[in-house]
Protein backbone atom coordinates (compact mmCIF):
# COMPACT_ATOMS: atom_id res chain seq x y z
CA UNK A 1 0.00 0.00 0.00
CA UNK A 2 2.45 2.53 0.92
CA UNK A 3 4.49 1.76 -2.48
CA UNK A 4 1.01 2.68 -4.55
CA UNK A 5 0.67 5.52 -2.40
CA UNK A 6 4.52 6.77 -2.94
CA UNK A 7 3.94 6.18 -6.94
CA UNK A 8 0.70 8.48 -6.34
CA UNK A 9 2.36 11.07 -4.70
CA UNK A 10 4.97 11.38 -7.22
CA UNK A 11 2.81 11.41 -9.81
CA UNK A 12 0.84 14.80 -8.12
CA UNK A 13 4.32 16.48 -7.92
CA UNK A 14 5.07 16.01 -11.28
CA UNK A 15 1.57 17.67 -12.94
CA UNK A 16 1.31 20.63 -14.22
CA UNK A 17 -2.52 20.94 -14.13
CA UNK A 18 -5.05 19.16 -11.74
CA UNK A 19 -8.33 18.54 -12.77
CA UNK A 20 -10.39 17.00 -9.71
CA UNK A 21 -13.33 14.95 -10.37
CA UNK A 22 -15.78 14.41 -7.60
CA UNK A 23 -19.37 12.34 -7.60
CA UNK A 24 -21.64 11.74 -4.12
CA UNK A 25 -19.69 10.13 -2.05
CA UNK A 26 -17.51 13.14 -1.66
CA UNK A 27 -19.96 14.46 0.31
CA UNK A 28 -20.37 11.55 2.81
CA UNK A 29 -17.42 12.16 4.82
CA UNK A 30 -18.81 15.94 5.26
CA UNK A 31 -21.99 13.81 6.95
CA UNK A 32 -24.57 14.32 3.73
CA UNK A 33 -26.88 11.15 3.41
CA UNK A 34 -25.85 8.58 1.66
CA UNK A 35 -28.67 7.66 -1.17
CA UNK A 36 -27.01 4.66 -2.42
CA UNK A 37 -30.20 2.22 -3.06
CA UNK A 38 -33.74 2.88 -1.76
CA UNK A 39 -32.79 2.00 1.61
CA UNK A 40 -30.12 4.73 2.05
CA UNK A 41 -32.33 7.17 0.52
CA UNK A 42 -35.25 6.39 2.94
CA UNK A 43 -33.23 6.33 5.87
CA UNK A 44 -32.77 10.40 5.09
CA UNK A 45 -35.99 10.89 3.95
CA UNK A 46 -38.91 8.02 6.03
CA UNK A 47 -41.24 9.80 4.81
CA UNK A 48 -41.10 9.26 1.36
CA UNK A 49 -40.70 5.33 2.20
CA UNK A 50 -44.47 5.34 2.81
CA UNK A 51 -44.80 6.30 -0.59
CA UNK A 52 -42.78 3.84 -1.51
CA UNK A 53 -40.80 7.16 -3.67
CA UNK A 54 -36.72 6.51 -4.58
CA UNK A 55 -34.52 8.91 -5.03
CA UNK A 56 -35.25 8.09 -9.10
CA UNK A 57 -38.11 8.94 -8.17
CA UNK A 58 -38.30 12.69 -6.63
CA UNK A 59 -35.46 13.39 -9.00
CA UNK A 60 -37.96 14.15 -11.68
CA UNK A 61 -39.14 17.87 -13.09
CA UNK A 62 -42.67 16.19 -13.31
CA UNK A 63 -43.13 16.79 -9.61
CA UNK A 64 -43.14 20.51 -10.25
CA UNK A 65 -46.09 19.84 -12.27
CA UNK A 66 -47.81 17.66 -10.38
CA UNK A 67 -47.27 18.45 -6.71
CA UNK A 68 -44.90 21.42 -6.36
CA UNK A 69 -45.08 21.25 -2.79
CA UNK A 70 -43.98 17.82 -2.70
CA UNK A 71 -41.48 18.44 -4.60
CA UNK A 72 -40.09 21.79 -3.20
CA UNK A 73 -40.30 19.56 0.36
CA UNK A 74 -37.46 17.53 -1.26
CA UNK A 75 -35.26 20.34 -3.15
CA UNK A 76 -35.50 22.95 0.22
CA UNK A 77 -34.53 19.99 2.48
CA UNK A 78 -31.63 19.63 0.58
CA UNK A 79 -30.69 23.23 -0.62
CA UNK A 80 -30.97 23.77 3.39
CA UNK A 81 -28.78 20.76 4.56
CA UNK A 82 -25.95 22.00 1.85
CA UNK A 83 -25.89 25.03 3.06
CA UNK A 84 -25.94 24.17 6.72
CA UNK A 85 -23.49 21.55 6.03
CA UNK A 86 -19.71 22.17 6.60
CA UNK A 87 -17.38 20.82 4.07
CA UNK A 88 -14.88 18.19 5.28
CA UNK A 89 -11.51 18.66 5.66
CA UNK A 90 -10.33 16.74 1.87
CA UNK A 91 -11.70 19.57 0.11
CA UNK A 92 -9.01 22.19 2.22
CA UNK A 93 -6.30 19.84 1.00
CA UNK A 94 -7.17 19.74 -2.49
CA UNK A 95 -7.13 23.86 -2.26
CA UNK A 96 -3.70 23.71 -0.71
CA UNK A 97 -2.55 21.17 -3.41
CA UNK A 98 -4.29 23.64 -6.03
CA UNK A 99 -2.27 26.39 -4.57
CA UNK A 100 0.69 25.13 -5.15
CA UNK A 101 0.27 24.19 -8.82
CA UNK A 102 -0.22 28.10 -9.37
CA UNK A 103 -3.78 27.54 -9.14
CA UNK A 104 -3.46 26.11 -12.20
CA UNK A 105 -6.61 23.08 -11.99
CA UNK A 106 -10.37 22.45 -12.80
CA UNK A 107 -13.04 21.05 -10.52
CA UNK A 108 -15.11 18.64 -12.39
CA UNK A 109 -18.60 17.09 -10.70
CA UNK A 110 -21.93 16.03 -10.56
CA UNK A 111 -22.60 16.70 -7.19
CA UNK A 112 -24.82 19.97 -7.23
CA UNK A 113 -24.11 21.12 -3.31
CA UNK A 114 -22.38 23.87 -4.18
CA UNK A 115 -19.51 22.45 -1.42
CA UNK A 116 -16.26 23.34 -3.30
CA UNK A 117 -17.08 27.47 -3.91
CA UNK A 118 -18.31 27.29 -0.30
CA UNK A 119 -14.72 26.22 0.38
CA UNK A 120 -12.81 28.53 -1.78
CA UNK A 121 -12.27 27.76 -5.07
CA UNK A 122 -12.27 29.68 -7.70
CA UNK A 123 -16.20 29.41 -9.23
CA UNK A 124 -14.28 30.08 -12.49
CA UNK A 125 -12.49 27.20 -12.51
CA UNK A 126 -15.76 24.74 -11.40
CA UNK A 127 -18.20 22.93 -14.05
CA UNK A 128 -20.89 21.03 -12.09
CA UNK A 129 -22.15 19.01 -14.82
CA UNK A 130 -25.35 18.35 -13.01
CA UNK A 131 -25.84 21.92 -12.27
CA UNK A 132 -26.79 23.77 -8.80
CA UNK A 133 -29.36 23.47 -6.22
CA UNK A 134 -28.29 27.40 -5.19
CA UNK A 135 -29.88 28.19 -8.66
CA UNK A 136 -33.41 28.08 -9.86
CA UNK A 137 -35.64 28.37 -12.90
CA UNK A 138 -38.80 29.18 -14.73
CA UNK A 139 -40.56 25.15 -14.89
CA UNK A 140 -41.82 26.30 -18.29
CA UNK A 141 -38.85 28.35 -19.68
CA UNK A 142 -35.74 26.18 -20.23
CA UNK A 143 -34.13 29.78 -21.66
CA UNK A 144 -35.20 32.12 -19.48
CA UNK A 145 -33.30 33.54 -16.54
CA UNK A 146 -31.43 31.57 -13.63
CA UNK A 147 -31.12 33.04 -10.20
CA UNK A 148 -29.50 32.29 -7.16
CA UNK A 149 -31.84 31.17 -3.86
CA UNK A 150 -31.05 31.97 -0.69
CA UNK A 151 -31.43 29.69 2.59
CA UNK A 152 -34.76 31.56 3.27
CA UNK A 153 -36.37 30.84 -0.85
CA UNK A 154 -37.62 27.59 0.77
CA UNK A 155 -39.66 26.90 3.72
CA UNK A 156 -40.79 22.92 5.03
CA UNK A 157 -42.94 21.55 7.30
CA UNK A 158 -40.44 18.78 8.41
CA UNK A 159 -43.27 16.72 9.78
CA UNK A 160 -45.57 16.93 7.31
CA UNK A 161 -43.18 16.85 3.81
CA UNK A 162 -44.33 19.87 2.16
CA UNK A 163 -42.87 22.79 1.42
CA UNK A 164 -44.94 25.97 2.63
CA UNK A 165 -42.83 28.68 0.86
CA UNK A 166 -41.62 27.99 -2.69
CA UNK A 167 -40.06 30.28 -5.08
CA UNK A 168 -41.25 31.92 -8.01
CA UNK A 169 -40.57 33.04 -11.19
CA UNK A 170 -39.78 36.49 -11.28
CA UNK A 171 -40.50 36.74 -14.88
CA UNK A 172 -44.04 35.24 -15.16
CA UNK A 173 -44.86 34.15 -11.67
CA UNK A 174 -45.41 30.55 -11.67
CA UNK A 175 -43.61 27.87 -9.76
CA UNK A 176 -40.29 27.64 -10.35
CA UNK A 177 -37.58 24.64 -10.07
CA UNK A 178 -33.78 23.91 -8.98
CA UNK A 179 -31.61 24.61 -11.94
CA UNK A 180 -30.40 20.74 -11.52
CA UNK A 181 -30.75 18.22 -14.30
CA UNK A 182 -33.10 15.82 -13.19
CA UNK A 183 -33.64 11.99 -14.95
CA UNK A 184 -36.60 12.26 -18.23
CA UNK A 185 -35.62 16.13 -18.03
CA UNK A 186 -36.30 18.16 -21.47
CA UNK A 187 -36.98 21.63 -19.24
CA UNK A 188 -33.03 22.04 -17.78
CA UNK A 189 -32.09 25.34 -18.21
CA UNK A 190 -28.19 24.46 -19.75
CA UNK A 191 -27.00 28.43 -20.24
CA UNK A 192 -24.99 28.42 -16.65
CA UNK A 193 -23.90 24.50 -17.26
CA UNK A 194 -22.85 25.86 -20.95
CA UNK A 195 -20.94 28.48 -19.82
CA UNK A 196 -19.03 26.35 -17.34
CA UNK A 197 -17.99 24.30 -19.73
CA UNK A 198 -16.99 27.10 -21.79
CA UNK A 199 -14.54 27.85 -19.64
CA UNK A 200 -13.16 24.26 -18.89
CA UNK A 201 -12.83 24.08 -23.02
CA UNK A 202 -10.99 27.38 -22.52
CA UNK A 203 -8.41 25.87 -19.75
CA UNK A 204 -7.96 22.82 -21.55
CA UNK A 205 -6.69 25.00 -24.02
CA UNK A 206 -4.13 26.47 -22.22
CA UNK A 207 -2.77 23.38 -21.17
CA UNK A 208 -2.32 21.47 -24.13
CA UNK A 209 1.13 20.29 -23.47
CA UNK A 210 0.88 20.13 -19.85
CA UNK A 211 0.79 16.81 -17.73
CA UNK A 212 -2.31 15.89 -15.89
CA UNK A 213 -3.24 14.72 -12.81
CA UNK A 214 -6.90 13.68 -12.22
CA UNK A 215 -7.82 13.13 -8.92
CA UNK A 216 -11.14 11.37 -8.82
CA UNK A 217 -13.48 11.75 -5.64
CA UNK A 218 -16.55 9.03 -4.44
CA UNK A 219 -17.68 8.70 -8.24
CA UNK A 220 -19.96 5.51 -8.21
CA UNK A 221 -21.11 3.50 -11.06
CA UNK A 222 -24.88 4.17 -11.02
CA UNK A 223 -24.83 7.21 -12.54
CA UNK A 224 -21.18 7.18 -13.99
CA UNK A 225 -20.51 10.40 -15.39
CA UNK A 226 -17.54 11.26 -13.59
CA UNK A 227 -16.06 8.31 -14.07
CA UNK A 228 -16.72 8.08 -17.77
CA UNK A 229 -14.92 11.80 -17.98
CA UNK A 230 -11.36 10.23 -16.34
CA UNK A 231 -11.28 7.17 -18.13
CA UNK A 232 -11.91 8.62 -21.92
CA UNK A 233 -10.12 11.77 -20.46
CA UNK A 234 -7.01 9.48 -19.81
CA UNK A 235 -7.81 7.36 -22.90
CA UNK A 236 -7.37 10.67 -25.35
CA UNK A 237 -4.19 12.26 -23.43
CA UNK A 238 -0.74 10.24 -23.51
CA UNK A 239 0.18 13.18 -20.61
CA UNK A 240 -2.64 12.49 -18.01
CA UNK A 241 -3.11 9.89 -15.13
CA UNK A 242 -6.08 8.89 -13.31
CA UNK A 243 -6.19 8.69 -9.24
CA UNK A 244 -9.31 7.00 -8.22
CA UNK A 245 -10.17 7.20 -4.76
CA UNK A 246 -13.65 4.96 -3.91
CA UNK A 247 -14.55 2.54 -0.71
CA UNK A 248 -17.02 0.58 -3.07
CA UNK A 249 -15.93 0.84 -6.76
CA UNK A 250 -12.51 1.35 -6.99
CA UNK A 251 -11.38 -0.64 -9.52
CA UNK A 252 -9.14 0.99 -12.73
CA UNK A 253 -7.12 -0.51 -15.19
CA UNK A 254 -3.36 -0.59 -14.78
CA UNK A 255 -3.61 1.40 -18.31
CA UNK A 256 -5.26 4.29 -16.87
CA UNK A 257 -4.51 5.20 -13.43
CA UNK A 258 -4.25 4.08 -9.83
CA UNK A 259 -7.27 3.28 -7.16
CA UNK A 260 -7.11 3.48 -3.89
CA UNK A 261 -10.33 1.77 -1.71
CA UNK A 262 -11.12 4.09 0.76
CA UNK A 263 -13.07 7.04 1.30
CA UNK A 264 -12.49 10.63 0.00
CA UNK A 265 -11.07 12.01 3.17
CA UNK A 266 -8.77 8.91 3.79
CA UNK A 267 -7.32 8.47 0.78
CA UNK A 268 -6.85 12.31 0.30
CA UNK A 269 -4.82 12.47 3.86
CA UNK A 270 -3.35 9.65 2.26
CA UNK A 271 -2.13 11.34 -1.04
CA UNK A 272 -1.65 14.93 0.35
CA UNK A 273 -0.48 14.88 3.73
Known sequence: MQEKIDKIKKIIVEADAVIITAGAGMGVDSGLPDFRGDLGFWR????????????????????????????????????????????????????????????NYFVYTSNVDGHFAKVGFNKDKIYEV????????????????????????????EAKFIATKMPVCPECGCVSRPNIMMFYD????SKRTLAQHKRYEAWLE?????????????AGLAVPTIRNFGEK????????????????????????GISLKCGALDGLRQILC
Open 44 to 103: AYPLLRDKNLSFEDMANPQWFFDDPRLAWAFYGHRLNLYKNTEPHEGFRLLLDLVKSKNE
Open 130 to 157: HGSIHHAQCIHNDDGMIWSMCESSVEVD
Open 186 to 189: HEFN
Open 206 to 218: QNKDSRFVIIELG
Open 233 to 256: FVKRSEKATLIRINPRDSYISEYI
